[in-house]
T-cell receptor, first 114, second 114 residues
Framework: KAGVTQTPRYLIKTRGQQVTLSCSPISGHRSVSWYQQTPGQGLQFLFEYFSETQRNKGNFPGRFSGRQFSNSRSEMNVSTLELGDSALYLC?????????????FGPGTRLTVL | AQSVTQLGSHVSVSEGALVLLRCNYSSSVPPYLFWYVQYPNQGLQLLLKYTTGATLVKGINGFEAEFKKSETSFHLTKPSAHMSDAAEYFCAVRTNSGNTPLVFGKGTRLSVIA
């Protein structure tokens, strides 16, 4: 069974631009979560989607948004990029939205904002 | 709100020595607890999790952790370190009910010295 895939793997943008990151969950998984990982702040939760509905949202500004499609694939968008948005963005999928479920992580998209 | 504290951002052990990575959590309701490992340029992989039942949990690669409610701890151990164990380790907590996200600690980087 294929794992979680994220595209692109690497991205370089300039301040003020916007970016869209994509995540394809493991087949059959209906829950997708997004995290931002930086050396200073560690792993911070962005959003969680289940069956196309946002189930939970972390403490990030409105510039960060996401969505989930009917095939469970998910995208996140960051508008008006800032230098501080440079990070590794990780997507994780799980079978359903149960709190005890293991989350399977993709390799991440490394975003660099210049 | 739940939180996780990992004592020691960097732990160094000799090959063959005991590995002990410390994790303390805070949660107002019974928690689900997880340990993940991250190798360079990769996503996170689940080592083990505690949900209910036996408080000593065995995971992959010879790791285990014990849930101690009275100490609010979930320390990760391995009797004998291998060079391949060098990685970053994350403890995470999620409540056993309600609409809450998975919350990660800051991580502990494990170095194994030959």
């Amino acid at each position: 069974k294929a794992g979680v895939t994220q595209t692109p793997r690497y991205l370089i943008k300039t301040r003020g631009q916007q970016v869209t990151l994509s995540c394809s969950p493991i087949s059959g998984h209906r829950s997708v979560s997004w995290y931002q990982q930086t050396p200073g702040q560690g792993l911070q939760f962005l959003f969680e989607y289940f069956s196309e509905t946002q189930r939970n949202k972390g403490n990030f500004p409105g510039r960060f948004s996401g969505r989930q499609f009917s095939n469970s694939r998910s995208e996140m968008n960051v508008s008006t990029l800032e230098l501080g948005d440079s990070a590794l963005y990780l997507c994780a999928s799980s079978f359903n939205s149960g709190n005890s479920n293991e989350q399977f992580f993709g390799p991440g998209t490394r975003l660099t904002v210049l | 709100a739940q939180s996780v504290t990992q004592l020691g951002s960097h732990v160094s052990v000799s090959e063959g020595a005991l590995v002990l990575l410390r994790c303390n959590y805070s949660s107002s309701v019974p928690p689900y607890l997880f340990w993940y490992v991250q190798y360079p340029n990769q996503g996170l992989q689940l080592l083990l999790k505690y949900t209910t039942g036996a408080t000593l949990v065995k995971g992959i690669n010879g790791f285990e952790a014990e849930f101690k409610k009275s100490e609010t701890s979930f320390h990760l151990t391995k009797p004998s370190a291998h060079m391949s164990d060098a990685a970053e380790y994350f403890c995470a907590v999620r409540t056993n009910s309600g609409n809450t996200p998975l919350v990660f600690g800051k991580g502990t980087r494990l170095s194994v010295i030959a």
